[in-house]
């Protein structure tokens, strides 16, 4: 079998998708045995979902002609052509959407379900933790109420961010690293709000979206511990894990970060110098299947847990699942609420999701595929020019 065409198809499915600039890049992979396998590579904000479906172009000379059962060696092949560039981030991006293609096409070709052929099932289902049930809250009581209702839907883990009244505009603007001290004592009272909502045997997860500096992340850190949560997500931007060793060593609550690193070797130092409680690696960030389950099985030798970043879209979410279908340590996938609809606008059949877990189909591949009739209707605008 032989590579043919590889094609990323950049999206705007949804009323959401059009209106927050949310643009998901898939990615085809043809060849010449009628084998056509999806994979994605999408990322914002920043119009990073184009910058990736560029680069696939770019890409694409390399692949053709390739035997797409040679994952690993492609992976390397592109992984090591943009190493004077820097092939962590962007190119790690570019080559998941591709593994991922890879594997679909594996799949479906062997007749047998991705996470068949990665090493066999350790569970029936893909446990999730919530998140994106909270459209429209503002006030601590607004979120008591949308956090019990998430848990009597079945959901036995939740996150938020808690302070995004004041840094949102941070998201990608880190600056001072600091929040006001009301804007801190709304974030906690949010968090005290939730936490006796929905009591102690749900677990509740904090995002800092990277956005303090180590004295705020310590006192933030050591607050939220009294509440008891499940983990504090990126409390220091990503570049220093000395920072992180600060926060880390002065925190009480326990520590998760990993949708920011990129590759194996990101990872290293996470476990060597015991910096985190949890990981979660992105499937299309840091290297697709392939590479998300070489760092869970790192992960394993640490007895560290993995719980994939989920927050892009509909192809992210089965490939992470395939993947934890077949890794022991595994906590849960993350889950947003307010993507289901387009989850589901742009993929053959509707996920099934009950009691707050994603059973996958027993068919071939990655078990979906994509309305193509679908996405060439709604094409990101700027990309169709
Ligand atoms: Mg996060």
Redesign the pocket.
């Known amino acids: 079998m032989k590579i043919t065409d590889v094609k990323p198809i950049p999206t705007q499915p949804t009323e959401y998708s059009r209106r927050s600039s949310r643009t998901w890049t898939f990615v085809r992979i043809d060849t010449d045995e009628d084998v056509t396998g999806f994979g994605e590579a999408t990322n914002y904000p920043g119009g990073g979902s184009l910058v990736v479906a560029s680069t696939i172009n770019l890409v694409r000379e390399a692949l053709i002609g390739e035997d797409p059962f040679d994952i690993d060696r492609l992976w390397h092949k592109i992984f090591r052509r943009y190493t004077y560039l820097g092939s962590r981030g962007l190119v790690t991006a570019v080559i998941s959407g591709i593994d991922i293609a890879l594997w679909d096409i594996k799949g479906k070709a062997l007749g047998k379900p991705v996470h068949d052929i990665l090493g066999g099932r350790f569970r029936d289902s893909i446990a999730l933790y919530a998140n994106g049930w909270f459209t429209g809250c503002e006030t601590p009581e607004d979120f008591a109420r949308a956090a019990a209702e998430t848990v009597a839907a079945g959901y036995s883990a939740i996150?938020f961010?808690p302070f995004t009244h004041e840094m949102e505009p941070f998201h990608t603007g880190y600056v001072s690293g600091q929040i006001s001290a009301e804007g801190e004592d709304l974030g906690m009272a949010k968090v005290e709000a939730v936490r006796d909502a929905v009591g102690m045997n749900v677990d509740v997860l904090i995002?800092?979206?990277?956005h303090y500096n180590v004295p705020t992340a310590i006192r933030i850190g050591n607050r939220l511990a009294e509440f008891e949560v499940g983990w504090y997500?990126?409390p220091v931007p990503p570049e220093s894990y000395e920072a992180l060793a600060q926060v880390r060593q002065n925190v009480a609550a326990p520590i998760?970060v990993g949708?920011r690193l990129f590759t194996r070797y990101d990872f290293v130092p996470i476990f060597e110098k015991r910096l985190a409680d949890y990981i979660?690696p992105d499937v299309v960030w840091t290297g697709g299947i392939s590479e998300l389950r070489k760092i869970a099985t790192m992960a394993e030798a640490y007895y560290i847990p993995v719980s994939p970043?989920n927050?892009m879209g509909s192809i992210q979410i089965v490939a992470g699942a395939h993947t934890m279908m077949t890794v022991p340590n595994f906590y849960r996938l993350?889950f947003s609420l307010a993507a289901l609809e387009g989850y589901n606008a742009v993929l053959d059949k509707p996920l099934d999701i009950r009691d707050g877990a994603l059973h996958l189909p027993s068919g071939p591949g990655l078990g979906f595929d994509l309305d193509l009739e679908f996405l060439e209707a709604n094409p990101d605008p700027i990309w169709a020019g």
Request: overall charge negative.
């Open positions: 996150k961010d995002d800092a979206h990277g997500e990126e998760c949708e979660m970043h927050a993350e």
